[in-house]
């Protein structure tokens, strides 16, 4: 029998999606989905290149090469012109974004995870979400509420699951100096991205200001500190995608997604990248995913949901 309510229900929950889908909020979550896919897959391509070259040189290799693709495609846009819009002030702004972002940022990592234990590099320098919606407080005035903390903290303990798998106690701090390292390198990024979010430059022409800013440094670092050498087939591969695609494009859905999509939610997803992080090695470097990483995911899920509950609530109010 038919159900004349339920139809007239039924379309206007199809009206509602396809609202969604126009949204500006939908697209940046789509875009921060594919910001996550390619950096969860850090962990296997620094692996992968690190087997013929040290951190220096594959952050040179990679800064080259997203240098290089993001010019490529302002070409392709169309975008050179546009280059005029903006005054000396405005490039020093973008240059010194790069030096945050593209520069110190993967200093301070790589220095803090030469220094302490994978793991305990890994939870401090994922701190920086909860910084982004701490600067997002101070900088862009962004309102900043208990149930938002609670949501990142909760998320937060869930990398903590993944990362420790699952045996929490066993986790302590060893290295101060790399420590320091790895929560300089969370306030870093975090301060990249929020003032990345608080300039709203044209993605394109300013990622490849970043990049090129990047490129200038990291030169004299590499000749200074390490030396240009030159990879096998094999690594030039995850060279290559982790060059375009991983530091490359990665950041211009980064900032397109912090453009369009709630501060603290786009923070808070983030922390799925972990999880995805352990699919993919498991594919591609065999390591088994642990139940303590189902658990973990569960934990940042949760987190994620008691935000969006609250919000709809307080939209419905």
């Known amino acids: 029998m ?18 969604l889908f126009k949204a500006k909020k939908f697209n940046a979550y789509i875009n921060l989905a594919l910001c996550v896919l390619l950096w969860a897959s850090i962990p296997v391509a620094t692996k992968k290149i690190l087997v013929e070259l040290d951190t220096l040189q594959m952050l040179f290799y990679s800064t080259v090469l997203s240098t290089l693709v993001l010019g490529l495609m302002l070409i392709f846009q169309k975008k050179t012109g546009d280059f005029k819009k903006y005054n000396k002030s405005q490039y020093s702004s973008m240059f010194f974004l790069g030096f945050l972002g593209n520069y110190m940022y993967y200093v301070f990592l790589y220095g803090a995870l030469s220094k302490t234990t994978a793991s305990e590099g890994f939870i401090l320098t994922y701190t920086w979400p909860i910084l982004v919606l701490i600067l997002s ?5 962004d309102k900043v509420t208990l149930q938002k903390l609670v949501g990142i903290l909760i998320s937060f303990f869930g990398i903590i699951i993944i990362t420790t798998k699952g045996n ?5 701090l060893t290295n101060l100096q790399g420590d320091i390292l790895a929560l300089s390198g969370a306030f870093v990024f975090a301060l990249f991205s929020v003032l990345g979010k608080k300039f709203n430059f044209d993605k394109t022409i300013s990622v490849f200001i970043y990049f090129l800013s990047a490129l200038i440094f990291i030169i004299p670092t590499v000749l200074s500190f390490s030396k240009i050498v030159f990879p096998s087939f094999d690594v030039w591969l995850w060279i290559i995608y982790n060059g375009i695609f991983v530091n490359g494009i990665s950041y211009i859905f980064w900032f397109k997604a912090l453009e369009g999509g709630e501060t603290h939610i786009v923070s808070n997803l983030l922390y799925l990248t972990p999880f995805i992080s352990l699919i993919y090695i498991s594919i591609f470097l065999n390591e088994r995913i642990l139940i303590s990483a189902v658990v973990g995911i569960a934990v940042i899920v949760l987190g994620v949901l008691s935000q969006y509950i609250k919000i709809n609530k307080y939209k419905g109010a």
């Open 168 to 172: 929490i106690s066993a986790f302590n």
């Open 2 to 19: 038919f159900n004349s309510s339920l139809f007239f229900n039924s379309l206007r929950e199809m009206k509602v999606i396809i609202k």
């Open 137 to 141: 407080f101070v900088i862009l005035k």
